[in-house]
């Protein structure tokens, strides 16, 4: 399966400040997604990001407040903006991919965001 | 759209019982149905996962059920170890993406 790497893994933030996550995959892959886990909840998905077009939102979640890129097909950044503590949650990036056969979807180890 | 619905929430077992957990879903359009383990301060590991095409699926400790019919599915596991102490979650992939369900915290004591 891939691999994925989150940055950051952890950060406080004031409220009202904006903080972009990157989530970078060793290989290749059609599908990205952006997922939120708020503390002992389960996960909900923000977002599916498209490489070269916009991010497809689910329902509750809006680009103004969570801009998402895919400049390419390894790498993806996402923003959550004008923070309040209702922000704080984890935030997780997963990849559904194909290498020689399928392998479901992966996800990286997140990134544990605070607003204070 | 998908709603997964997923029980216990909490399960508790003695080391070498069984445990077992159970997910429904609502869309009949989903036809892949995984399961993660997530240790504190992890992300989900993928555990193991069923396609609509089979009905049970068994890696080594681990099976995994499904009945299309009645829309559940259900996660096996034997022989529980301490380590196997962790937050489980179902999910079910009716398009391109996965819903989860809300997660079952299991607890083995030794």
């Known amino acids: 399966s891939a691999v994925i790497s989150q940055k950051p893994s952890r950060d406080i933030c004031q409220r009202g400040t904006s903080l972009t996550i990157q989530c970078q995959v060793d290989?290749?892959?059609?599908?990205m997604f952006w997922y939120r886990q708020q503390p002992g909840q389960s996960l909900t998905l923000i977002a599916t990001a498209n490489q070269g077009s916009e991010a497809t939102y689910e329902s509750g979640f809006v680009i103004d407040k969570f801009p998402i890129s895919r400049p390419n097909l390894t790498f993806s950044t996402l923003t959550v903006s004008n923070m309040s503590p209702e922000d704080s949650s984890i935030y997780l990036c997963s990849v559904e991919g194909y290498g020689g056969e399928y392998y479901g979807y992966t996800f990286g180890s997140g990134t544990r965001l605070t607003v204070v | 759209g998908e709603n997964v619905e997923q029980h216990p929430s909490t399960l508790s077992v003695q080391e070498g019982d069984s445990a077992v957990i159970k997910c429904t879903y609502s869309?009949?359009?989903?036809?892949?149905f995984p399961w993660y383990k997530q240790e504190l301060g992890k992300g989900p590991q993928l555990i193991i996962d069923?396609?609509?095409?089979?009905g049970e699926k068994k890696d080594q400790r681990i099976a995994v059920t499904l009945n299309k019919t009645a829309k559940h599915f259900s996660l096996h596991i034997t022989e529980t170890q301490p380590e196997d102490s962790a937050v489980y979650f179902c999910a079910a992939s009716p398009t391109d993406k996965l819903i989860f369900g809300t997660g079952t915290r299991l607890q083995v004591f030794p």
């Open positions: 069923i396609r609509s095409n089979v």
């Open positions: 290989s290749q892959v059609t599908m």
């Open positions: 869309d009949s359009a989903s036809n892949y």
